[in-house]
């Protein structure tokens, strides 16, 4: 089978290596879709060397040969794998070559050098467990990249540092420690509120029964961060509505638009969202709409 080697200088390895289909900088996190590169591509598109950063690869296509001093390791399809590419001095990959690759900053994931070393040229299956979750997340940010916020784009990028500590405590043998259990779990009732919060009937003993964990649990999970799950569903509401406000015709009644944010009344939209932006939904539709003409 015919692999292309790629050989690393002193700057890392060259833009040629590969072609950038897609990226996405999430604040210390970056997800890639990377390819081999053909004589059309645009040369703007090349390979970007990660330096020290922490590397996720799940390979899509082809196949994929790092070279860390005197090993050679192969990741077919569906495949993922661990390096620190400033620690390999070649690779080689086939023409059909194509992944996904999360880029982590090490300081973020806080993994020793030892730590690294031993997960790194190691083949995890890609399509089960954690491995899967992180491809998963990935691959939807990617082909959600244009409609993510600010607070949407920090909450994947905290995901995915926090599983990969999760899947390293676990692959060494460790366990993980409570704070981050919890922070995983808030994280995981912030994206399963955002789904149904626009359901007016959803409480948060739903929140709990969705994620499999009692209710007591969750609440102390939001409460170490000084937080509510009733304060959460709020605020995910709310944030719907102001969404839809920007975005919809001055035409749609705002009573309809707090329906479709969850709200059971129009006396409670209006009340909740004058205390969370300071002014009504009406004066926030007028000011917003006067300024975009």
Known sequence: MYMRDQVRGPNGFSPS????????????????????????DDPAAGYRD????LVWAFTLTGAVSVFERK???ETPVGVMSMSQVSRLRLFRHT?????????????SVGLSSSAVSAMSNVAFPGREGLPLVLFSMAREALRNFDSLGESSKAGIAQSLVDLTGAFADDF???????EKEQRNLVVRAERFIDLYSA?????PDDVADGLGV???????????????ITGQLLESRLQ??????????????LGHIGQRAGFASAQRFSKAFAARFGQSPRDWRSGHHDTAS
């Open 17 to 40: 290596a590969a072609t950038t289909v897609q990226s996405l900088q999430l604040g210390p996190v970056e997800v890639r879709r990377i390819r081999s590169r053909s004589p059309g």
């Open 50 to 53: 990660p330096g020290d950063d």
């Open 71 to 73: 090993s050679d390791f």
């Open 95 to 107: 023409p059909d070559f194509g992944s996904v690759s999360i880029r982590l900053d090490r300081s």
């Open 172 to 178: 060494l043998g460790r366990h993980t420690a409570p």
């Open 199 to 203: 359901s007016p009937t959803i409480r």
């Open 214 to 228: 009692s209710l007591r649990v969750l609440q102390k999970a939001f409460q170490q961060h000084g937080r509510t």
């Open 240 to 253: 719907r509505a102001r969404t839809l406000i920007d975005r919809e015709s001055t035409a749609v009644l």
